[in-house]
Structure formats: structure tokens, C-alpha cells
């Protein structure tokens, strides 16, 4: 008799699957969404404040030179006009009409120093940040090893009888750290005798398993408090904030997905119907990620990782900055012509 004939096979039922397809795509929406705004929040900010540092200053500047001479221009333009029609007119009643026809410029001027400071005060912040970061692994590490060696003292002290008090004060440094070892193995991926994780490397993880939890897109049923959670954690990423990325992963709730939707029609359904967002908004991250790293300041990295590149492209910025500061002091000169004629032509009035 065939043995085989007796088996049965199991096949999982439709919820299972359902279930098992959205944890997937969950997990895929929340690396995808990490990445995003690791490009957005940290990476893109970095580049763009290297492009500042080592070429936008200098682009500013063209910018503001360029406008200074339209002004001029104008200036000029305003002046010559009263010359011709024998009108009255000042150089500082020429300045204003010029101020005032180029208000929008100066205003888009005002917005790229204000970015330019802002990109160079979170380049600033991030560096400070990263640092303590740092610092703070460096402690901990520290302090694991302590509780080390102690635990091995102890052990080699314990058969001394006479040792009572300091088999004491070893229990309570053991008891420290497992409890700080058991928060590492449970949060952050039992790291345990594996290699020291970095704190950029575990800024992003957390970072990613905060997505997987929080993110609106795959948790549609979100609480207020989940939701400002989440906020909270982009704000934290953005600026390096290892610790408020911990403190976050110990507040959201650990359920899964087979805890908030039943075996049920109208679990069936909504898990349906998650599905379907869910690979609308992969789609969307993965066009969204392309693009970024497709559009000005990531596809500038490479250029500014090449010293001689950069060093040529200062040098052609400052010629243009070079012939632009001789044409404002040639524009200027002609300007104090007009001014000077502008006041030979009243006097000349004043005695007629």
C-alpha cells in the first residue's frame, strides 16, 4: 500500500496568506520608506551642504552680483531718461525705482542665503550630533566591559568562602548588566557577541523598524499618539537623535498584523484592501527613490567627491565673479557721470 496515499496534505487558508503577503510588503514599505527619507532628511541635506561649502557660496554670490547689476542698469537707465527730457530726477530717486522693480529678486536673494545658512547650521548640528553619538557608544561599550570583568571576577572569586561582600557587589553589577544586555538583545536585534554595530548603522535600523511600525501608509489605523510618534521619530532621524530613536522603540506597541485584523470576512476584506496600498505605495517609493537620486543635489555627489573637478569649477565661478565686480565698477563709474551731469543740468536751470 502506498504510504503517500495516507498523508495530508496542508495548504495554508487564504487569510494565512493574506496575512503573510501584507507582513512582507510591510516590511518592504518600511525599508523603501527609510531609504527615502534617508535621502531626503539626511543624505541630500549633507550633499547639498558640502555643495554649498565647496561651490554654492560662490553661485550666491554670481547670483548677487548679477542683480546688482541690473540695478545698476536700471540706475543708469532712470538717470539718462531725465537727462534726455530735461526731468527731474536724483540718483537716490533712480536707486528706489530700482529697489522697487527688483523687490521679487531680492527676495528669491534673501531666500537662497537664508538656505545656505540653514544648510550649514544643520551640517553643523549632524557633525555635533554624530560626535556624541559616538561618544555615547563608546560609553556603553565601556560600561559592557566593566560589568564584564567584573562577572568574570566573581567567578573567579567565588569559591572564596570569605568573599561574601564581594559576591554581593557582584550579583548587583551581573544583575546591571543583563538587564541592559536583555534591552539590547530585544530592541535592537539581540547583538550579542556580534560585531559593534555603528551608531549611523543603528540610527537607520531603528529608524527602519520605527517605519515598519508607524508609518501611515501601512498602519491605516493609527492612533494620535502613533501618529506624532512618528513625526517625532522623521524629526529625530533628521538630526541624528540616536537616544529618541531608542525612547520611540520603547513606547510603540509590538502587535502584528494577525493581532489587528481577524480570521474573519471583514478581516479578510480590510487585509485586502491593505494589500492594495501597500503595493501602490512601494510602486511610489521606488519611483520616488529613483528620482532623488536622479535630481540635483544627490547626482551631484560624485562631483563633489573629485577634488580636481571641484578645485576647476571654483576656478571658472570666481573668473565669472572676477568680471562681474569689473562690470560693476564700471557701471558705477558711469552712473556717477550721469549724477554729475544731473546736477550741472539744475544748476544750469536755476540760473536761467
Not at 527676495?107 to 561618544?135: F, G, M, S, T, V
Not at 559576591?167 to 560585531?195: C, H, L, N, V
Not at 502613533?226 to 538630526?239: G, I, P, V
Amino acid at each position: 500500500m502506498d504510504n503517500n496515499a495516507n498523508k495530508i496534505i496542508l495548504t495554508k487558508s487564504e487569510y494565512e496568506r493574506l496575512v503573510e503577503k501584507v507582513q512582507e510588503l510591510k516590511g518592504i514599505v518600511a525599508a523603501l520608506s527609510a531609504e527615502r527619507d534617508d535621502l531626503k532628511l539626511h543624505i541630500c541635506r549633507e550633499i547639498q551642504a558640502d555643495y554649498d561649502h565647496k561651490v554654492g557660496n560662490l553661485e550666491y554670490q554670481i547670483m548677487m552680483y548679477n542683480l546688482e547689476i541690473e540695478r545698476l542698469r536700471l540706475i543708469i537707465s532712470f538717470l539718462q531718461t531725465a537727462i534726455n527730457t530735461a526731468g527731474e530726477a536724483s540718483y537716490e530717486e533712480a536707486e528706489q525705482r530700482a529697489d522697487d522693480e527688483l523687490s521679487e529678486f531680492y527676495e528669491e536673494l534673501n531666500q537662497k542665503a537664508e538656505d545656505i545658512k540653514n544648510d550649514e547650521e544643520y551640517a553643523q548640528r549632524r557633525a555635533e550630533q554624530d560626535k556624541e553619538n559616538e561618544r555615547q557608544a563608546e560609553a556603553r561599550e565601556e560600561t559592557k566591559n566593566q560589568g564584564t570583568e567584573r562577572e568574570d571576577s566573581v567567578d573567579t572569586e567565588g569559591n572564596d568562602e570569605t568573599n561574601s561582600d564581594n559576591d554581593g557587589d557582584g550579583k548587583e553589577s551581573e544583575e546591571e548588566s543583563s538587564d541592559y544586555t536583555s534591552r539590547e538583545d530585544e530592541e535592537r536585534d539581540d547583538r550579542a557577541g556580534k560585531k559593534k554595530e555603528s551608531p549611523d548603522k543603528e540610527l537607520k535600523r531603528l529608524y527602519r523598524y520605527i517605519n515598519k511600525k508607524l508609518h501611515p501608509d501601512s498602519n491605516p489605523n493609527q492612533t494620535e499618539e502613533e501618529k506624532q510618534l512618528f513625526y517625532d521619530a522623521q524629526t529625530a532621524f533628521q538630526e541624528g537623535n540616536l537616544n529618541r530613536l531608542r525612547e520611540i522603540v520603547d513606547i510603540i506597541d509590538g502587535s502584528d498584523v494577525s493581532e489587528k485584523y481577524k480570521n474573519s470576512a471583514e478581516g479578510i476584506a480590510e487585509l485586502k484592501a491593505l494589500l492594495g496600498r501597500l503595493i501602490v505605495q512601494r510602486d511610489f517609493l521606488v519611483s520616488e527613490i529613483s528620482e532623488i537620486k536622479n535630481s540635483f543635489p544627490y547626482n551631484a555627489k560624485d562631483f563633489l567627491d573629485d577634488d580636481e573637478a571641484v578645485k576647476k569649477k571654483q576656478e571658472e565661478l570666481r573668473s565669472i565673479i572676477n568680471d562681474l565686480l569689473a562690470t560693476i565698477e564700471e557701471l558705477n563709474k558711469r552712473i556717477d557721470e550721469l549724477d554729475q551731469e544731473l546736477k550741472e543740468a539744475e544748476k544750469m536751470s536755476q540760473c536761467g
